[in-house]
Protein backbone atom coordinates (compact mmCIF):
# COMPACT_ATOMS: atom_id res chain seq x y z
CA UNK A 1 0.00 0.00 0.00
CA UNK A 2 1.37 3.40 -0.97
CA UNK A 3 2.01 5.89 1.78
CA UNK A 4 -0.25 8.83 1.53
CA UNK A 5 2.37 11.56 3.38
CA UNK A 6 5.28 10.55 0.73
CA UNK A 7 2.49 11.56 -1.85
CA UNK A 8 1.84 14.98 -1.02
CA UNK A 9 5.14 15.95 -0.22
CA UNK A 10 7.69 17.77 -2.24
CA UNK A 11 11.06 17.02 -2.48
CA UNK A 12 13.79 19.31 -0.28
CA UNK A 13 16.36 19.65 -1.31
CA UNK A 14 19.66 22.22 0.00
CA UNK A 15 22.25 23.55 -1.90
CA UNK A 16 25.07 26.30 -0.33
CA UNK A 17 27.48 27.89 -1.95
CA UNK A 18 31.08 28.63 -0.22
CA UNK A 19 28.81 29.54 2.72
CA UNK A 20 27.53 32.76 1.15
CA UNK A 21 24.18 31.67 -0.70
CA UNK A 22 22.09 28.95 -0.27
CA UNK A 23 19.11 27.59 -2.47
CA UNK A 24 16.38 25.86 -0.40
CA UNK A 25 13.42 23.67 -1.84
CA UNK A 26 10.63 21.79 -0.38
CA UNK A 27 9.65 24.92 1.81
CA UNK A 28 6.49 25.06 2.96
CA UNK A 29 6.32 28.34 5.05
CA UNK A 30 8.67 30.98 6.58
CA UNK A 31 8.32 31.26 10.12
CA UNK A 32 10.61 34.17 10.92
CA UNK A 33 13.76 35.52 9.97
CA UNK A 34 16.04 38.63 11.13
CA UNK A 35 19.94 39.54 9.95
CA UNK A 36 21.01 36.47 12.43
CA UNK A 37 18.62 33.55 11.97
CA UNK A 38 16.10 32.28 9.52
CA UNK A 39 13.50 29.67 10.85
CA UNK A 40 11.93 27.93 7.72
CA UNK A 41 9.34 25.02 8.02
CA UNK A 42 10.34 21.97 5.42
CA UNK A 43 8.94 19.15 4.66
CA UNK A 44 11.37 17.53 6.61
CA UNK A 45 11.21 19.50 9.88
CA UNK A 46 11.69 22.85 11.02
CA UNK A 47 14.41 24.05 9.84
CA UNK A 48 16.99 27.28 11.47
CA UNK A 49 19.90 29.10 9.39
CA UNK A 50 22.12 30.59 12.34
CA UNK A 51 24.73 32.91 10.42
CA UNK A 52 25.27 37.18 9.97
CA UNK A 53 24.11 39.38 7.77
CA UNK A 54 21.25 37.39 6.64
CA UNK A 55 18.26 38.03 3.89
CA UNK A 56 16.15 36.34 1.89
CA UNK A 57 16.88 36.91 -1.70
CA UNK A 58 14.20 35.33 -3.20
CA UNK A 59 11.31 33.59 -1.99
CA UNK A 60 8.62 31.59 -3.79
CA UNK A 61 6.12 29.71 -1.66
CA UNK A 62 3.98 28.43 -4.48
CA UNK A 63 7.55 26.51 -5.78
CA UNK A 64 8.50 25.54 -2.00
CA UNK A 65 11.73 27.66 -2.86
CA UNK A 66 14.26 29.98 -0.86
CA UNK A 67 17.19 31.61 -1.44
CA UNK A 68 19.48 32.97 1.18
CA UNK A 69 22.48 35.46 1.37
CA UNK A 70 24.85 36.13 3.82
CA UNK A 71 26.99 34.32 5.99
CA UNK A 72 26.02 31.22 6.93
CA UNK A 73 27.13 29.78 9.97
CA UNK A 74 24.77 26.27 10.78
CA UNK A 75 21.58 24.60 9.99
CA UNK A 76 19.77 22.64 12.63
CA UNK A 77 16.19 20.72 12.15
CA UNK A 78 13.84 19.48 14.41
CA UNK A 79 10.33 17.50 13.99
CA UNK A 80 7.41 18.93 13.31
CA UNK A 81 5.03 16.11 13.92
CA UNK A 82 2.22 16.91 15.36
CA UNK A 83 2.55 20.64 16.27
CA UNK A 84 -0.02 21.94 13.90
CA UNK A 85 -2.72 19.65 15.04
CA UNK A 86 -1.64 20.73 18.88
CA UNK A 87 -2.56 24.25 18.04
CA UNK A 88 0.73 25.70 19.88
CA UNK A 89 2.46 28.62 18.75
CA UNK A 90 5.58 29.14 17.59
CA UNK A 91 6.88 30.25 20.67
CA UNK A 92 5.95 26.96 22.48
CA UNK A 93 7.29 25.09 19.38
CA UNK A 94 10.74 26.47 19.78
CA UNK A 95 11.14 25.61 23.82
CA UNK A 96 10.03 22.42 24.00
Known amino acids: ?3 LNSVNKKMHKLMLTNRRTCTISGVNDVLSFDVNEILLETEQGMLM ?7 VSRLSLDKGEVDIDGRIDSFTYSETVGYNSKGESLLARLFK
Request: charge should be negative; glycine fraction near 10%.
Open 1 to 3: MED
Open 49 to 55: IKGSELH
